[in-house]
Nanobody, 114 residues
């Protein structure tokens, strides 16, 4: 199984980005999909998660600005990020947990700077 992320880049404060993470190679029953981020010198933190039932959860720092969604047919998870702040910068990695596997993407850089 390979997770391929896309959508990172440089954005001005207040701007938006949409991250995508597509799984290839076959995933059976992905019950948990999530985005994590790691800023330089900081620990990796959970940003947003969605279960197979559609239940979502968010870090307090991104509530109201980020939206996680999933397309089960495509085994893809998205993260819509609005009103980005410099503190949102970091390497964003997707994680998909399924029956028998726990998969990570390679990470995509998000830079928020004027």
């Amino acid at each position: 199984v390979q997770l391929v992320e896309s959508g990172g880049g440089l954005v001005h404060p207040g701007g938006s980005l949409r991250l995508s993470c597509a799984a290839s190679g076959g995933i059976f029953y992905a019950y948990f999909m999530a985005w994590y981020r790691q800023a330089p010198g900081k620990q990796r933190e959970l940003v947003a998660a969605v279960t197979n039932a559609g239940t979502t959860s968010y870090a307090d720092s991104v509530k109201g600005r980020f939206t996680i969604s999933r397309d089960n047919a495509k085994n893809t998870v998205y993260l819509q990020m609005n009103s980005l702040k410099p503190d949102d910068a970091g390497v964003y990695s997707c994680n998909i947990k399924s029956i028998g596997s726990n998969n990570w993407g390679q990470g995509t850089q998000v830079t928020v700077s004027s």
